[in-house]
T-cell receptor, first 112, second 113 residues
Framework: KAGVTQTPRYLIKTRGQQVTLSCSPISGHRSVSWYQQTPGQGLQFLFEYFSETQRNKGNFPGRFSGRQFSNSRSEMNVSTLELGDSALYLC???????????FGSGTQLSVL | AQSVSQHNHHVILSEAASLELGCNYSYGGTVNLFWYVQYPGQHLQLLLKYFSGDPLVKGIKGFEAEFIKSKFSFNLRKPSVQWSDTAEYFCAVTRTSYDKVIFGPGTSLSVIP
């Protein structure tokens, strides 16, 4: 069974640009969560989608948004990038969202 | 707001030493508790979880954790660490009924051969 796939693996952007990250969950998983990982901050919860609906949201500004498609694939978008958005963005999938999470390798975003 | 704290940012141990990593959470109701591990260059993966029942839970690779409800704690233990246990360890919590999973800041463990 294929794991959680995130693309692209690396991204370099400049301030003010926008970026879209993609996540394909494990087949059959309906919940997709996104996290921002930075050294010292650990994993900060961005949002969770379940069956195409945003079910939970973290404390990030509105520049961070996401969506989920009917096949459970998810995308997150960050508009008007800031230097502080540089981080590893992790996607995790699960059957229902509150049990074992399966993580992808992440997308390393660098904002210059 | 729900939060998770981990006692140590970085722990350095010699092989065969015992390990205990502290984790406390702020939510007072029913919770599900997890420890995840991130080995260098690998995905985050589940070490163990507690949903209900016996508060002492066993996970993979000889790890165990004890849930103490009165202390809002879920500490991770291993009696004898190996060099291969060098990794970052994250405690996580979620309330039941499909709430978000909140992670602690992580503890970096370095095991010296």
């Amino acid at each position: 069974k294929a794991g959680v796939t995130q693309t692209p693996r690396y991204l370099i952007k400049t301030r003010g640009q926008q970026v879209t990250l993609s996540c394909s969950p494990i087949s059959g998983h309906r919940s997709v969560s996104w996290y921002q990982q930075t050294p010292g901050q650990g994993l900060q919860f961005l949002f969770e989608y379940f069956s195409e609906t945003q079910r939970n949201k973290g404390n990030f500004p509105g520049r961070f948004s996401g969506r989920q498609f009917s096949n459970s694939r998810s995308e997150m978008n960050v508009s008007t990038l800031e230097l502080g958005d540089s981080a590893l963005y992790l996607c995790a999938s699960s059957w229902t969202g509150d049990e074992k999470l399966f993580f992808g390798s992440g997308t390393q975003l660098s904002v210059l | 707001a729900q939060s998770v704290s981990q006692h140590n940012h970085h722990v350095i141990l010699s092989e065969a030493a015992s390990l205990e990593l502290g984790c406390n959470y702020s939510y007072g109701g029913t919770v599900n508790l997890f420890w995840y591990v991130q080995y260098p260059g690998q995905h985050l993966q589940l070490l163990l979880k507690y949903f209900s029942g016996d508060p002492l839970v066993k996970g993979i690779k000889g790890f165990e954790a004890e849930f103490i409800k009165s202390k809002f704690s879920f500490n991770l233990r291993k009696p004898s660490v190996q060099w291969s246990d060098t990794a970052e360890y994250f405690c996580a919590v979620t309330r039941t009924s499909y709430d978000k999973v909140i992670f602690g800041p992580g503890t970096s463990l370095s095991v010296i051969p």
